[in-house]
T-cell receptor, first 111, second 115 residues
Framework: RKEVEQDPGPFNVPEGATVAFNCTYS??????FFWYRQDCRKEPKLLMS???SGNEDGRFTAQLNRASQYISLLIRDSKLSDSATYLC????????????FGTGTRLTIIP | NAGVMQNPRHLVRRRGQEARLRCSPM?????VYWYRQLPEEGLKFMVY????????ESGMPKERFSAEFPKEGPSILRIQQVVRGDSAAYFC?????????????FGDGTRLSIL
């Protein structure tokens, strides 16, 4: 079983729609959780950290369920610029341990 | 540009040659991480270094690969006697001191092609 599992997609979604990604992780000792986005042939860029209470940043909402070892990302009112691969990332420490990446979910927003 | 700097952006080597990839962390960051991304795959951790110390090298292949982060200068990932399977994007990330530290920030990557 992979340490971090994501649906690879692709998700093809019309502009303005809401889209949700899910991710599960296997190490119950994991402490920090993130969503990164990666554009084609570019570096991963931090989208948002994920906190136990859930958190929101504009059109993006992240949720964490420690009991189920499950992380989600919701994108509302999707824009063409949201087209990218979304990476679920887990860290067993609080920032200074190795990051474990999912293989990513590819999202394409259709005009 | 105060971000993580990697060079070269693209590197072409023939089988058997050596590849040297460089990474300068963000200003104020003392922790460096190297990751490898094979085509159509996710990023895989290779090694975590602080100045003059290797903290975690659990992701490094046992042979041909080495990394350093000297007191002065950038971190270097060195691959000796490269093979076709070494073709990948190599990303460096950095973070600040331990504690409730912010997440890792990535450089643009070095794309290594082996002929």
């Amino acid at each position: 079983r992979k340490e971090v599992e994501q649906d690879p997609g692709p998700f093809n979604v019309p502009e303005g729609a809401t889209v949700a990604f899910n991710c599960t992780y296997s190490n119950s000792a994991s402490q920090s959780f993130f969503w990164y986005r990666q554009d084609c042939r570019k570096e991963p860029k931090l989208l948002m950290s994920v906190y136990s209470s859930g958190n929101e940043d504009g059109r993006f909402t992240a949720q964490l369920n420690r009991a189920s070892q499950y992380i989600s990302l919701l994108i509302r009112d999707s824009k063409l610029s949201d087209s990218a691969t979304y990476l679920c990332v887990v860290n067993k420490g609080f920032g200074n341990e190795k990051l474990t990446f999912g293989t990513g979910t590819r999202l394409t927003i259709i005009p | 540009n105060a971000g993580v700097m990697q060079n070269p952006r693209h590197l072409v080597r023939r089988r058997g040659q050596e590849a040297r990839l460089r990474c300068s962390p963000m200003k104020g960051h003392s922790h460096v991480y190297w990751y490898r991304q094979l085509p159509e795959e996710g990023l895989k951790f290779m090694v975590y270094l602080q100045k003059e110390n290797i903290i975690d090298e659990s992701g490094m292949p046992k042979e041909r690969f080495s990394a350093e982060f000297p007191k002065e200068g950038p971190s270097i990932l060195r691959i000796q006697q490269v093979v076709r399977g070494d073709s990948a994007a190599y990303f460096c990330a950095s973070s600040s001191i331990q504690g409730r530290a912010p997440p890792q920030h990535f450089g643009d990557g070095t794309r290594l092609s082996i002929l």
